[in-house]
């Protein structure tokens, strides 16, 4: 550990965006701490410091901060990227898809963040940036618990920011369009996801915050795919997909 770094932590850092922010982080001046349910996949990187984590365990997530602080003291910056997605007609999603979306988007992450502003306000010092969608401003069909969770954790930051901005805390949100992931799971293996943002395009943003000037706190940023074949990919799939495995009553 290097005291001299910045040490941050990544919620959802063993996949998918979370890990590539890892990766690109520990090249640089950070202390690079990810949490999330695979710590094998990212644990080969040595400079990544890494601790599972399921954020539906309220337990976990106590001890698990709680041996962060006693490892690198002061949090300096929190990026909640964890999250998961359950698509289809509200009466098509089981209650266990429902009550997952919501502990891990929205509860999950508010726990999280509760026990690491703590931290920050300790230290009088702080940023905290979550991945929130265009889902957090617009809902769509199939969404139903997903974008709650998104609408939820909209509301929660406009809460966060009031609450620490006393205590030199940075609050920021960032709401990106489809990104090329693999967060569809096999959803979208017979599509062209390169018209859709690249995690190179979300990374940007994260930088962006992080590195902005002491007098100014970036609220939130929104990115949309440029390419005009992206813009209503991520509903086709959807409505395809869905179509085949939900037919209609």
Known sequence: MNKLFKTIVISGGTSGLGR???ITLSKENFNVVVLGRKIESINIYNKIDSYKLDLTNRNE???VCTKIEKKYNK???LVNSAGVGHFGELHRLSEEQIIESIN???IGTILLTRIVSEN???H???QIITIESIAAIKG???GGAYVASKFGLAGFNDVLWQELKDYNVKV???LPGLINTNFLNNLSNEYDLNCALSLKDIIHAIKCIINQSDTSNISSITIRPLKKEAHNLFFNILDKELSIYNPKL
Request: net charge neutral.
């Open 20 to 22: 590539e922010l890892a």
């Open 61 to 63: 997530i106590h001890n």
């Open 75 to 77: 949090i300096d910056i």
């Open 104 to 106: 891990i988007n929205l």
């Open 120 to 122: 920050m306000k300790y």
């Open 124 to 126: 009088n010092n702080g």
């Open 140 to 142: 769509f069909k199939y």
């Open 172 to 174: 920021a949100s960032i």
